[in-house]
């Protein structure tokens, strides 16, 4: 008897940027397992359509990315308790018809962050988060249940960042976008969430002026590797860790999930994705 050949994938719009297939195909390759990972483009209108039909085509599941992952919670059977707490999803499971969902972005940023930076003292100082979106309220949980004693939260649409700031409490303080330079340099931690930088979106038109040594500066994109804000960060002294991390680390337990197997990141991985 032949074994199946297992699919997953990830699911976003824009999509062609995905280092995920490379990743994840690095794992199958290591471990002997037959089966691939791919990238789909889909619009919000068609998400659940497409999700519903994945496992009929042999899918075990997907990740979520851009700009579906509030969608994705709100489509799933069933969340984890994360999830839900998150309000956002980044993996989903398919098993007996039914779509489980998971956010594994916390973790994944939060090892990404503490490799990047060895020594990060969450209680140093408030966290400025740019951004509201999915990747935005994995990060705030994490960054609160890890002790930082404040969130100084910045977002193009001011109403998204006070709908967030109420969700998660009083130590989650709202900036207009207008004065994010000034949340950037008050904070200790400054994290993008945003997709301003990436290939294909226009630039984070932030002040970075405040940026100084002492800073740890962590920008979610991996596409590229150097934006602009991870660059100046570094001219200045600040610790800057790239968004790469993020993408191994949280992708570790989605593998698990779907495969059957643990894969581990080092820096093989880390080159294969970037070959």
Same mark, same amino acid.
């Given at each position: 008897?032949?074994?199946?050949? &297992?699919? %997953?994938?990830?699911?976003?719009? $824009? ?5 995920? $297939? ?21 619009? #919000?209108? /068609?998400? #659940? #359509? ?49 779509? *489980? ?19 990060? /003292? ?21 960054? *609160? ?17 006070? %709908? ?20 950037? #340099? ?24 405040? &940026? ?34 993020? *993408? ?5 337990? %989605? ?7 643990? $894969? ?7 080159? %294969?994705?970037?070959?």
């Amino acid at each position: 008897m032949t074994s199946p050949y &297992l699919l %997953a994938g990830v699911v976003g719009r $824009p999509i062609a940027h995905s280092r995920s $297939p490379r990743l994840h195909r690095h794992w199958l390759s290591r471990h002997g397992i037959a089966g691939d990972y791919v990238a789909l483009e889909v619009g #919000e209108d /068609d998400l #659940e #359509e497409v999700l519903r039909a994945l496992p009929k085509a042999g899918f075990r599941g997907v990740n979520v990315t851009i700009p579906h992952k509030l969608a994705a919670l709100r489509l799933a059977d069933e969340a984890t308790e994360r999830a839900q707490r998150i309000g956002a999803a980044n993996l989903l499971v398919f098993r007996e018809g039914r779509i *489980l969902a998971d956010n594994t972005d916390g973790e994944g940023f939060l090892n990404a962050l503490r490799r990047g930076a060895p020594g990060w /003292d969450p209680a140093a100082g408030p966290a400025t988060v740019l951004g509201a979106g999915g990747a935005a309220r994995a990060v705030i949980v994490t960054l *609160l249940d890890a002790g930082v004693p404040e969130i100084l939260l910045t977002n193009r649409t001011r109403e998204t960042a006070e %709908a967030l700031a109420k969700e998660f409490g009083d130590r989650v303080r709202v900036h207009d976008w207008v004065q994010a330079g000034n949340a950037v #340099e008050d904070g200790r931690t400054v994290v993008n969430t945003t997709s301003l930088g990436m290939v294909g979106k226009p630039e984070l038109r932030v002040p970075l002026d405040g &940026l100084r040594e002492g800073h740890v500066v962590m920008d979610l994109i991996y596409a590229p590797l150097e934006t602009r804000l991870l660059r100046e960060a570094r001219e200045t002294g600040a610790v800057a860790v790239d968004g790469l991390g993020m *993408l191994l680390h949280q992708a570790v337990p %989605a593998f698990e999930r779907w495969f059957g197997v643990r $894969p581990e990141v080092d820096e093989a991985l880390r080159a %294969a994705v970037l070959a």
